[in-house]
């Protein structure tokens, strides 16, 4: 009797990337409904959490969820809605683009 073939056990790094592709699936439709995507949303939460935070922070907490297009996307997006502040004195060296992000009150 010929032994049936082992599948090889996927490292965890697997399992981790697809849980995260499920909750970001799920923020995602969840969010949909406020014109958000799970970017936005951590946008938002960031410096909601921390009181303010420059787009250096932001970015640098966010660069392993978003690239950096994405997040200056979603940031534009976000402050167009009125939904985070951002001033507008240059940030050198702003993986996001310039100033602070805050939510807003």
């Known amino acids: 009797m010929m032994a049936e073939r082992e599948q090889p056990q996927l490292p965890i790094g697997y399992w981790i990337k697809r849980a995260d592709e499920a909750l970001t699936a799920r923020i995602d439709e969840v969010q949909a409904a406020n014109g958000l995507w799970r970017t ?9 959490e921390a009181g303010s ?10 660069r392993p969820f ?14 167009g809605r009125g939904l985070i502040e951002r001033e507008t004195r240059p940030f050198t060296g702003s993986p996001i683009g310039d100033g602070k992000s805050t939510p807003t009150r």
């Open 53 to 62: 935070m420059t787009h250096e922070q932001l970015g640098e907490l966010l």
């Open 40 to 48: 936005g949303w951590q946008i938002l939460d960031a410096p909601h």
């Open 66 to 79: 978003a690239g950096t297009e994405s997040l200056a996307e979603q940031s534009a997006h976000l402050a």
